[in-house]
């Protein structure tokens, strides 16, 4: 197991820069994304704090046109289908099916996160098995941002996208992958189209007591 993300795919920048320089990046460039920054980026994911330390993130990459059009189609379908049910004009419908495939047709690369609940700890009452696996998301949450500042320390944009949320069977099986592996985000990267103005910090809502 390595102590540290491969230190030489990261570019010298510190963390207050990475965290004000990271936006969500929806139009890329068509140059490739070299896969050493995308592992260098899973292996920072994976330095997040998880629940019991279990780990429970998987990630699989999707630099191939096939594997993205793939995904893209299949999801796209349970999208079009949510889409009408929830009586979206089928103007509407068109429009957002395009996007979507358009956003990850047109990534450079895709990374498919995933949970396994495999080790998590077992309980009876229902609510705290609950708790257990909402522990599991959060620790989720913290692999993504951590993977994502590692992106843009690397001069890669990157947007998370949830859409994989809504239909986690359907990436599973267009991906062929294990059956334990729960997909719950896709964060789209590549060299950002355009430089996005760096962010404003949203006013903090706090109570010292
Ligand atoms: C859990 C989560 C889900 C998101 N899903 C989407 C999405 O499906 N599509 C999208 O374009 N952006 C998505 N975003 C990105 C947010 O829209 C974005 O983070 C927010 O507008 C703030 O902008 P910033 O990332 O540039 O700071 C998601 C972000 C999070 C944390």
Same mark, same amino acid.
């Given at each position: 197991?390595?102590?540290?993300?491969?230190?030489?795919?990261?570019? $010298?920048?510190?963390?207050? !820069?990475?965290?004000?320089?990271?936006?969500?990046?929806?139009?890329? @460039?068509?140059?490739?994304?070299?896969?050493?920054?995308?592992?260098? /980026?899973?292996?920072?994911?994976?330095?997040?704090?998880?629940?019991?330390?279990?780990?429970?993130?998987?990630?699989?990459?999707?630099? @191939?046109?096939?594997?993205?059009?793939?995904?893209?189609?299949?999801?796209?379908?349970?999208?079009?289908?949510?889409?009408?049910? !929830?009586?979206?004009?089928? %103007? $509407?419908?068109?429009?957002?099916?395009?996007? @979507? =495939?358009?956003?990850?047709?047109?990534?450079? +690369?895709?990374?498919?996160? /995933?949970?396994?609940?495999?080790?998590?700890?077992?309980?009876?009452?229902?609510?705290?098995?609950?708790?257990?696996?909402?522990?599991? %998301?959060? @620790?989720?949450?913290?692999?993504?941002?951590?993977?994502?500042?590692?992106?843009?320390?690397?001069?890669?944009?990157? +947007?998370?996208?949830? /859409?994989?949320?809504?239909?986690?069977?359907?990436?599973?099986?267009?991906?062929?992958?294990?059956?334990?592996?729960? &997909?719950?985000?896709?964060? *789209?990267?590549?060299?950002?189209?355009?430089? &996005?103005?760096?962010?404003?910090?949203? *006013?903090? $809502?706090? =109570?010292?007591?």
């Amino acid at each position: 197991m390595n102590k540290a993300p491969r230190a030489a795919a990261l570019h $010298e920048i510190s963390l207050a !820069e990475a965290l004000i320089a990271r936006r969500s990046t929806r139009r890329f @460039s068509d140059e490739p994304v070299d896969l050493n920054q995308v592992r260098a /980026a899973i292996e920072a994911a994976c330095l997040a704090p998880s629940p019991h330390g279990t780990a429970p993130w998987r990630f699989c990459i999707l630099s @191939s046109p096939e594997a993205k059009m793939k995904l893209a189609e299949d999801m796209g379908r349970d999208f079009l289908r949510d889409m009408a049910r !929830e009586g979206v004009s089928e %103007e $509407e419908r068109e429009k957002r099916h395009a996007g @979507s =495939i358009r956003l990850l047709t047109g990534a450079p +690369v895709i990374i498919l996160a /995933a949970l396994s609940y495999d080790d998590l700890d077992d309980y009876e009452e229902p609510e705290k098995q609950a708790h257990e696996r909402m522990m599991a %998301e959060h @620790s989720l949450g913290a692999a993504l941002q951590n993977l994502m500042l590692a992106l843009t320390a690397q001069g890669v944009g990157s +947007v998370w996208r949830c /859409a994989p949320l809504f239909c986690p069977e359907t990436a599973r099986e267009a991906l062929d992958l294990p059956a334990d592996w729960v &997909p719950r985000a896709l964060i *789209a990267a590549g060299t950002p189209a355009s430089a &996005p103005p760096p962010k404003e910090i949203p *006013a903090p $809502e706090i =109570i010292i007591r």
